[in-house]
């Protein structure tokens, strides 16, 4: 019995994820109604904030004797955005179209398109999932954070109001297979409980961009938050009950705790730890905690949004001359005279309010500003880049994370774009081949902004491992053997390998090195030529940066 599930093991795992997706037509994705729905209307980015931030950099800079960064080409932006919005690098059919495209502010444009795409919607799906509901797949019974993800993905492809995305996580009732926006309660469920202490601390980190984790304990060391305060907002979960009926309030239920003094019970009433005047009188407690959080008003919700994006367009969290690695949900308090002297954090957050919480016109003004398109290449003394990069001088440099890495590696090896558009096979084996490479190769989980270092166990496993090898190996599937058919010549199979690998054009030296190295060498045919010429480009540095 063993040797024949050994034996079968790859074709039922193949024929598992045919089952998920023939699943995904009884419950419609994104990628589902993308297909037969017109592109929606994308709301224009917001000119006078963008003059604005940029107008505030370049001052601040000149104050500072900042040399700032030149402008990036437009491919690379492209590669940015790619990215950022698609969790991959544009395929060669992309590039090829891009550069076809001769419109004025085609970088905007193409941003636009981007915004359309289903790959959008899911791969901001995954990463907002990883803040609210971590990484965690089958942890309890209760808990489907594909069902959860699935819809913030068409929440984010609809471009819902921000706001009302998240008071619906907040408050919903109903059971969460039929009401998915439920699971981000049922994945604080231990041994059938409601954890109302991780809710508490969960809501503040992922929609209020604070840490007041410690505070369950003790008052914070560090900041104003009291150990009050913290059960106050557990209170707001207190009522919140888990059945085979799905998650409710009950409201003549009592939360109440275990003093740590007396080691008795006593009651805790619900009180938000700022501005009473934004939480509603009437509603369950959760409606009336999820209005407080999203209230207009509450500048630390905007900010957190805001940096949330802006995070992900450029791999780190926002910060001012801060430490090179700022924690995405640390954010310090708002400052009270914020009004008359905004930071970029502070005119963003504003023009998200002002927008109706528009998360796609927000990603469009991020994407527009000067810092957004400067080059990671500068003159810049080594021991003066830090502080350059703080300032947003330089476009930093991060490393890609592991699913970027897996879908670049996965596009780089295809001519024709991965998208919801491809054959079912290959939409198949991709996400086989996805979820084989991100276990092994390690993933950094809801932390994925923190600092890190690639590790030799990953770089080897880039090199030598069997997706890799697969996808590089000549077939009538792979890019390889189809570049160096089509070529024509030495120098412009050169070009396409560089430009389907690292979104550029040899420079110079480089293409002298290769060309020197082939004429030298006659032996190697075409396809062999691609084929380590490909082995070369995605184990580079520069392909596992967002450069």
């Known amino acids: 019995m063993f040797k024949r599930l050994k034996i079968y093991g790859p074709a039922l795992a193949l024929v598992i994820a045919l089952g998920a997706m023939i699943r995904a037509t009884a419950f419609p994705t994104v990628e589902a109604r993308i297909a037969d729905d017109a592109p929606r209307e994308i709301a224009i980015p917001n000119q ?14 000149e104050a500072q004797g900042f040399i700032r960064a030149d402008v990036a080409d437009d491919l690379t932006v492209l590669r940015r955005l790619s990215l950022a919005l698609h969790g991959t690098i544009p395929s060669l059919e992309e590039i090829r ?23 959008y919607g899911d791969y901001f799906a995954e990463r907002l999932t990883r803040a609210f509901v971590g990484t965690q797949q089958e942890p309890f019974l209760v808990f489907r954070r594909d069902r959860f993800k699935n819809w913030i993905a068409e929440q984010i492809q609809d471009n819902r109001p921000y706001d009302e995305m998240i008071r619906e996580m907040i408050a919903r009732e109903g059971l969460w297979t039929g009401e998915p926006a439920t699971n981000f309660v049922t994945h604080a469920v231990n041994d059938g409980d409601i954890d109302e202490n991780k809710l508490a601390g969960k809501t503040v980190r992922a929609v209020l961009g604070q ?48 003093d740590t003094q007396t080691l008795e019970d006593r009651e805790v009433s619900p009180a938000v730890p700022f501005n009473p005047e934004w939480k509603p009188d009437q509603g ?40 090179y690695y ?66 947003w001088a330089v476009f930093p440099l991060v490393r890609l994370r592991p699913e970027q890495i897996v879908g670049s590696m996965m596009q780089a090896t295809s001519i024709k774009t991965l998208d919801q558009n491809s054959h079912l096979l290959t939409r198949t084996l991709r996400l086989i081949n996805e979820n084989d490479f991100l276990n092994e190769y390690g993933d950094l989980g809801a932390e994925e902004f923190e ?71 006659n032996s190697r045919k075409p396809g062999e030529r691609a084929h380590d010429l490909y082995w070369i480009l995605i184990n580079s540095p520069e392909f596992s940066w967002n450069h």
């Open 97 to 119: 179209r891009f550069e076809a495209d001769r419109r004025p502010q085609r970088l905007a444009l193409w941003c636009r398109e981007m915004l359309n795409d289903s790959r």
């Open 326 to 391: 700022a924690r995405i949900d640390d954010l310090p308090d708002p400052e009270p005279d914020a009004a008359s002297d905004p930071i970029p954090l502070d005119m963003l957050a504003d023009a998200f309010v002002k927008s109706g919480f528009d998360v796609a016109a927000m990603v469009q003004t991020i994407a527009a500003l000067d810092v957004f398109r400067l080059s990671s290449i500068t003159d810049v003394p080594d021991d003066e880049l830090k502080v350059h990069v703080d300032n």
């Open 48 to 61: 006078s904030v963008i003059d604005q931030i940029n107008a505030w950099y370049a001052k601040s800079w």
């Open 284 to 323: 369950t407690r959760r409606e009336r905690l999820a209005t407080w959080c999203t209230s207009p008003d509450n500048r630390r919700f905007a900010r957190a949004a805001v940096n949330r994006i802006w995070a992900q367009m450029f791999g780190k969290a926002w910060s001012e001359g801060a430490p």
């Open 211 to 258: 840490r007041i984790d410690c505070a369950q304990c003790h008052d914070h060391p560090f900041a104003d938050w009291k150990q009050q305060q913290f059960e106050q907002l557990a209170a707001f979960y207190g009522q919140t009950r888990i059945s085979p009926f799905g998650i409710a309030d009950d409201p003549d239920a009592v939360y109440s705790i275990e």
């Open 451 to 521: 600092e890190r270092s690639g590790t030799v166990p990953q770089a080897l496993l880039r090199m030598n491992g069997r997706l890799f090898g697969d996808s590089i190996k000549p077939n009538p599937l792979n890019a390889t053997p189809r570049i160096a058919i089509a070529a024509g010549s030495p120098e412009v199979l050169l070009e396409t390998c560089f430009l389907t690998c690292l979104s550029r054009r040899p420079n110079a030296d480089e293409a002298r090195y290769f060309l020197d190295e082939w004429m030298e060498d």
